[in-house]
Structures are given as structure tokens and as C-alpha cells.
Antibody
Framework: EVQLVESGGGLVQPGGSLRLSCAAS????????MVWVRQGPGKGLVWVSR????????GYADSVKGRFTISRDNAKNTLYLQMNSLRVEDTAVYYC???????????WGQGTLVTVSS | IVLTQSPATLSLSPGERATLSCRAS??????LIWYQQKPGLAPRLLIY???NRATGIPARFSGSGSGTDFTLTISSLEPEDFAIYYC?????????FGGGTKVEYK
């Protein structure tokens, strides 16, 4: 069974940091591009970041560029999102998901809530 | 690439046909995805490459269109289909989503 399990969310003050993790199982993690997508309370879906299979290529939404860093450890089947200089507007549920341009299926985690508030 | 979904809300009854629209600010070729999302759950892939049903998706869901105009059709609404539907483009980075269409009970 394919599973993506996010962890690391929580309450943090503006300017603080959090590191999200996404543990993968049930599929060949090292062969999958991965993305982070977030959803603010009552809002739509927003792509945050992407990473290639070997981690050599990454990309970020303008809203998080320079503050967030995506990485992966294929030996541990785990994806990460290091979030620094957090802002109130970063408050959201963060999902990790597999990505390919043309695929008959994709996999998503259950999401982890990040709340940035003083 | 900006994706504009319409209508924002669709009020229908079970058994009725639902037609959802997604318009792109530039051509996507066929690289358009449709997701369904229910409260508290992650999105579920319905349609990929504009018109191909994802694995395990019932035949009542169909997608059409190319270029800048795309449509998701649910031929006969089942109770479990009342949800929010998002389109997403995979033509170029950054990936973008439409604002969503909520299909609600009339």
C-alpha cells in the first residue's frame, strides 16, 4: 500500500522555523519527483516546491523562494521542507505528493498543519 | 499561467449532469489535470492530460478540451460527488491551480 505521511507541523511564531518531513512507503520513492502543496484555511491549493528524483533540481513558488528549502533522502525514503522566516500568511495545511507530467495516478499525504501566529 | 474556473458554485441534485469549466491564460496543450477534494482530505486525481481518467475513477467522470479551454463533466451526480473540484496545469512551472468549483446540493 502506498503511503505518504507528513509530520513536523505545529504552531510557530512569525520569524520562526519548522522542518516538515514526508515519509514514503509502498512505491519506488527514488524514482519519483516530489512536490509540496499547501492550502490555507478555507482557501485553494497552492504549489510550493518541487524536487527531482536525485535532488539535483529544485524549484520554488515566488512566495517562499529564499525562505524554504526542499530536500530528500532516498536512502530513508523521506522528503523534507525546511521553512525559515515564517510569516502569518504561510499558515496552511502542507501536503507532500508525487509528481509527473503525465501519470494515471498520483499519491498525496494526509497533510500537516502549520500555524504561524504570535 | 492563470487558471480561471467557473462557476464558483454549482447547485445540483443527485442524478443531474455537472459541467465545470477551466480556462487558462495561455495554451497548455493537453497538460491539464482535474482533482476532487472533500473536506479534511487530500485531493484525489480524477483526470490527467485533459481527457484521461485516472486509475480507478468511474466512467461518469470525463474531461475534454485542449489549448486554453477545458471541461470536466460528471454525467450523473452520485451523493459522493458533492465536493470541490480543482483544475491544475502541468504545462510549465510553476504549477498552478484554479480557484475551484464547489458542487453542492441544490
Amino acid at each position: 500500500e502506498v503511503q505518504l505521511v507528513e509530520s513536523g507541523g505545529g504552531l510557530v511564531q512569525p520569524g520562526g522555523s519548522l522542518r516538515l518531513s514526508c515519509a514514503a512507503s509502498g512505491f519506488t520513492f527514488s524514482s519519483s519527483w516530489m512536490v509540496w502543496v499547501r492550502q490555507g484555511p478555507g482557501k485553494g491549493l497552492v504549489w510550493v516546491s518541487r524536487i527531482s528524483t536525485d535532488g539535483s533540481a529544485t524549484g520554488y513558488a515566488d512566495s517562499v523562494k529564499g525562505r524554504f528549502t526542499i530536500s530528500r533522502d532516498n536512502a530513508k525514503n523521506t522528503l523534507y521542507l525546511q521553512m525559515n522566516s515564517l510569516r502569518v500568511e504561510d499558515t496552511a495545511v502542507y501536503y507532500c505528493a508525487t509528481y509527473c507530467q503525465v501519470c494515471p495516478s498520483d499519491y498525496w499525504g494526509q497533510g500537516t498543519l502549520v500555524t504561524v501566529s504570535s | 499561467i492563470v487558471l480561471t474556473q467557473s462557476p464558483a458554485t454549482l447547485s445540483l441534485s443527485p442524478g443531474e449532469r455537472a459541467t465545470l469549466s477551466c480556462r487558462a491564460s495561455q495554451s497548455l496543450s493537453n497538460h491539464l489535470i482535474w482533482y476532487q477534494q472533500k473536506p479534511g482530505l487530500a485531493p484525489r486525481l480524477l483526470i490527467y492530460d485533459a481527457s484521461n481518467r485516472a486509475t480507478g475513477i468511474p466512467a461518469r467522470f470525463s474531461g475534454s478540451g485542449s489549448g486554453t479551454d477545458f471541461t470536466l463533466t460528471i454525467s450523473s451526480l452520485e451523493p459522493e460527488d458533492f465536493a470541490i473540484y480543482y483544475c491544475q496545469q502541468r504545462s510549465s512551472w510553476p504549477l498552478t491551480f484554479g480557484g475551484g468549483t464547489k458542487v453542492e446540493y441544490k
